[in-house]
C-alpha cells in the first residue's frame, strides 16, 4: 500500500478545510446560529415582548432578549463595542439610537424607504417603526382644554407649583428636552428646566405613574407620552379620570418621536436581523402598535387606533431625526440645572 507523504497530506487537509468552509458559508452557516436572535430591547417586556413572541413563532427564530432603559442599554453597547452579542437594539427614541450609530450596519435602501423620511438615521443605519407623540395629560375633576397653557412654557408660572408631574430619567422625556435645546436654545432650554424645578415638580420613575397620579389628582398635569392613557381607558373605560392635551402652539411639547431598530455591525446573525427589522414592518406588526401600544404606525396605509388624535392634527416641530440625536448633551444640562444626579 503507497504511503502519502506529510506534506501531501497537509495539501489535501487543507483543501478539505477549504470546501467545508464554502459548503458551510453557501448554507449560511457563516452568519451564526441561523435559528438565533439577541435582541437589546429599550421596549419594555409589557409593551412588546408579545411582538417578539410573534417574530418567534412567524419565523421559528429563537429571540433572546434583554430588557433595560434605552440609555442604559446604549452606554452597554458602546462598553462592549465589538464585542457585544447584541444582534439587534430596538430602542426607545432617536437619541439612544444615534448613540450608538457608529456601531450599527447600513440598513437596505428598501427597508429605509418603507417609513417617512424624517424617520430614518440621517446616516440610514437606523429606522423608526413606531411613532410616539408628546403630550400632556391633566386631570379631568379640575382641568378642561381651555385652562392649559399654548406651549410648555406656561408651565413656568408660579400657579403650577407643585402641580406637575415628571420624570427626568426617562429617555422620552430626555428627548423632549433636546428638541427643546434644537427648537428654543441651549439658553432657554436651561432656563425652562430651572423653571419647572422651582415650582416644585412631583418626579416619578416612568410615564404610567404620571398618568395614574394624574387620574387621581395626585398632580393636576404630567408630561407624558401619548399612548399610556389609552392604555388606561382601554382598561378602565371613559370614566378614567385624565386625559391628553396636545399644545396648541406645538414646540417640543408637541413633538413626534420615533421608537426605532438598528442592526449591530459585529452581528453573527445578519439576515435574521433584517428578517426582524422587516417583521417590525410588516402590516402584522405595526397594526399592533396600533391596536395593542396604541403608537402612531410608520409604515403607510395603517390608520392610528380610535380616540387617537392623527399626526396630521398635531403641531409637530420640524425636526430631523439628527436634531435628536445628542442625548449627552441633554443629560449634561439636565446636570447642570440640578433635575438629574
Not at 437589546?40 to 409593551?47: F, K
Not at 430614518?120 to 400632556?136: D, E, F, L, N
Not at 389628582?217 to 392613557?229: A, P, S, T
Not at 378602565?236 to 426605532?260: K, T
Request: one cysteine or more; a negative charge.
Amino acid at each position: 500500500m503507497p504511503t502519502i507523504s506529510p506534506k501531501r497530506f497537509a495539501i489535501w487537509g487543507l483543501v478539505a478545510s477549504l470546501l467545508i468552509a464554502m459548503l458551510l458559508s453557501a448554507c449560511g452557516g457563516s452568519d451564526g446560529d441561523s435559528r438565533s436572535l439577541t435582541v437589546y430591547s429599550g421596549r419594555s417586556e409589557t409593551l412588546v415582548g408579545p411582538l417578539m413572541q410573534q417574530f418567534e413563532d412567524a419565523t421559528g427564530i429563537d429571540v433572546s432578549v434583554k430588557y433595560a432603559g434605552t440609555p442604559q442599554l446604549a452606554a452597554t453597547l458602546l462598553e462592549e463595542g465589538d464585542n457585544t452579542p447584541a444582534d439587534v437594539f430596538f430602542a426607545q427614541d432617536p437619541g439612544g439610537l444615534s448613540a450608538v450609530a457608529d456601531l450599527f450596519a447600513p440598513l437596505p435602501e428598501s427597508t429605509l424607504k418603507m417609513v417617512p423620511q424624517w424617520a430614518v438615521s440621517p446616516t440610514g443605519v437606523w429606522v423608526g417603526v413606531s411613532g410616539r407623540a408628546r403630550t400632556v395629560v391633566y386631570n379631568t375633576e379640575r382641568l378642561t382644554p381651555e385652562d392649559l397653557p399654548e406651549d410648555l412654557t406656561g408651565f413656568t408660572d408660579p400657579k403650577w407649583r407643585g402641580l406637575i408631574g415628571w420624570a427626568p430619567t426617562n429617555s422620552s422625556f430626555q428627548t423632549m428636552v433636546t428638541a427643546m435645546r434644537a427648537v428654543w436654545g441651549e439658553t432657554e432650554t436651561l432656563q425652562w428646566l430651572k423653571d419647572i424645578q422651582a415650582n416644585d415638580p412631583k418626579v416619578y420613575p416612568n410615564n404610567t405613574s404620571i398618568v395614574s397620579a394624574a387620574a387621581v389628582g395626585e398632580i393636576n398635569v404630567g408630561l407624558v407620552n401619548h399612548y399610556y392613557l389609552h392604555r388606561f381607558l382601554a382598561e378602565e373605560g371613559d370614566s378614567f379620570g385624565a386625559r391628553n392635551y396636545h399644545p396648541s402652539a406645538g414646540g417640543p411639547g408637541a413633538i413626534v418621536m420615533v421608537s426605532g431598530v438598528g442592526i449591530l455591525s459585529e452581528s453573527d446573525n445578519t439576515e435574521n436581523a433584517k428578517r426582524f427589522v422587516d417583521f417590525l414592518l410588516s402590516e402584522e406588526a405595526q397594526q399592533y402598535f396600533v391596536d395593542e401600544t396604541f403608537e402612531y404606525p410608520l409604515a403607510a396605509g395603517i390608520p392610528v387606533a380610535a380616540g387617537v388624535t392623527p399626526l396630521s392634527d398635531l403641531n409637530n416641530p420640524d425636526l430631523s431625526s439628527a436634531d435628536l440625536a445628542d442625548l449627552e448633551g441633554t443629560q449634561k444640562l439636565l446636570r447642570e440645572a440640578g433635575v438629574i444626579p
